[in-house]
């Protein structure tokens, strides 16, 4: 009973969010394209010409935003390169490279390369988030996994002067996970975007310069 109760009430609030209804108007398959567009807005992170990995992009709520982004090419297209990779299927987007797999393995890897195709990236995003369990010190050690793969990926391909975001949660191990972005970033912010949701302790780091590029 209860927990219909909880399933009833978040499905209201989902209805009824803002974000939900501008996502349904503007065609983005999720509010959470609006997260990275106020982050962007604020730290100036997509521009034209860049090469953009996007990590965990399904359903492409992201890639749609960086998208629309670096288009506006006369007749059409886009001025730049975005890469999605996804364990998860997606819907196609127009101009986005989207790769199924898992980045940690080889022929994922390659195929990432194929398109990079010995440039360097400028961007690395990841909304990637564990399944959460409810244990503190275990969602804190799946997130930091997550985490460290990213700056791991971020490290092998992408350019020093290039910036890395990725989600995480404020509570169990956040600081830590703080500290080892200021190990490996020159700059590091801290962001919640006015989408995340209140009760929500989502927040995301942003790391920009490499402090010891490969």
Known sequence: MAKNKLNKSWLHEHINDPYVKLAQKEGYRARAAYKLKEIDEAEK???????IVDLGCAPGSWSQYIRNKLAGQAGGGIHGTIIGLDILPMEPIADVHFIQGDFREQDVLEQLEQVVAGRKVDLVLSDMAPNLSGVAVTDAA?????????????????????????????????SQLVEKFKREFKTVLSKKPKASRDKSSEIFLLGKILKNPA
């Open 45 to 51: 992170l997509i521009k034209p010409g860049q090469i």
């Open 142 to 174: 799946r997130v930091e996994d997550i985490i460290d793969l990213a700056i791991e990926f971020a490290r092998a391909h992408m350019k020093p002067s290039g910036a890395l975001l990725v989600k995480c949660f404020n509570g169990t191990g956040y």
